[in-house]
């Protein structure tokens, strides 16, 4: 049986394995993203660097420097190195990431691996959400065959900020207003039979069409059908689009049509995706969809052998990660 967690996996090894899985992810951070692929056939589809700034593979080699290899973009002149933009790039006290990455995989909380490494909570704040927002790059291309899609909803949380836009409240507090409002962000989670998933932050309060257009933009080509609940944005959403989509009411009982369309797997997700997030006790806004992207990592690759190989891909050699991680650092809730 294959644990729901890489915690829950790690804590499981001895110590020579742990130390072992460690150095392997760490030799991931400095690999271009080809020569990862050729370790991990079978993961990953085969992918070239690019240029983190234009993102054009018009790149040239140009030479060394401390051992780690520079390249220069022929589209927009910029010089790089194989690690600009990975979670590695920028890290001043970089040597310490070994001991930060065992305590992150042992579970540890924030506070625990700072305490534990050496560094303030902030900066072990960082580091977690650096190799987050690397997890971008699972997002799956597209759907194909029946696809199923709905929506849950998170209660909106501007956890550590400074200024707050409204009274404060106890963590687990519950909204002022009934049903679903502005107080709530909604996410779209998504999937079809071949174990593709999305989870997807939407909007704030009810989606509408033309949030489900943005969701789904260049997602659903090779979509047959869309299975959903009877939600009228979904409703109007497939119409436009030309979709045979089939509809249901869980609450009346409706479950299975012609014993193939259901939404069960989508539902299976978001109850799982629930259970998964109460530990966090609730979740800052706008780095929400780094932990759906988390639990999607943990999703697609729970029954794959080559798990740990995987997970050090997504973790440590997307180009994009220190990108990703400044936009959300700077941005705004929805």
């Known amino acids: ?20 899985i460690i150095a392997e992810l760490l030799s991931m951070s400095t690999l271009v993203e080809s020569d990862v692929d050729q370790a991990m056939v ?22 060394k420097y401390k051992e780690i290899q520079r390249y220069h973009c022929k589209s927009c002149n910029k010089y790089f190195r194989e690690t600009t933009g990975k979670v590695v790039f ?11 990455l065992y305590h992150m995989l042992m579970g540890g909380s924030i506070k625990h691996c700072a305490e534990q490494t050496g560094v303030c909570v902030q900066t072990s704040f960082d580091w977690r959400h650096k190799i987050l927002s690397a997890f971008e790059q699972a997002v799956p291309e597209g759907f194909e065959g029946i696809v199923e899609s709905d929506d849950i909803f998170f209660l909106e949380s501007n956890k550590g900020s400074r200024e707050l836009p409204r ?9 002022t207003k ?25 909007t704030r309060g009810r989606i509408s069409k033309k949030d489900l257009e943005k969701v789904f933009e260049g ?31 869980v609450s009346k009982g ?12 989508v539902n299976n997700t978001a109850k799982r995706l629930r259970q998964w997030m109460k530990p966090f006790n609730g979740v800052a806004t706008k780095y929400l969809q780094n932990y759906m992207n988390w639990f999607m990592i943990l999703e697609r690759i729970k029954s794959n052998r080559q798990r740990l190989k995987a997970f050090a891909y997504y973790a440590f050699a997307g180009q ?9 650092h700077q941005s705004a809730i929805l």
């Open 1 to 20: 049986m294959i644990p729901e967690s890489f915690s829950e996996y790690f804590r499981t090894l001895d110590e020579l394995e742990r130390q072992a």
């Open 167 to 175: 009274k404060a409240r106890k963590r687990g507090g519950k909204a």
């Open 254 to 265: 409706q479950r299975v049509k012609d014993k193939v369309y259901h939404v069960q797997n």
């Open 219 to 249: 997602k659903l080509e090779k979509t047959e059908t869309l299975c959903t609940d009877t939600h009228r944005s979904y409703t109007a959403f497939a119409k436009s689009k030309e979709l045979d989509h089939q509809k249901f009411n």
């Open 90 to 100: 920028g890290l001043k006290k970089g040597n310490l990431l070994k001991v930060y």
């Open 178 to 202: 009934r049903g679903i409002s502005d107080e709530q962000i909604a996410v779209v989670v998504t999937c079809d039979r071949t174990e593709n998933k999305e989870l997807r932050v939407a």
């Open 320 to 328: 994009y990660a220190w990108q990703s991680w400044r936009m959300i």
């Open 42 to 63: 079978g993961v990953q589809d085969s992918r070239s660097i690019n240029c983190p700034s234009c993102h054009s593979g018009d790149i040239r080699a140009n030479g």
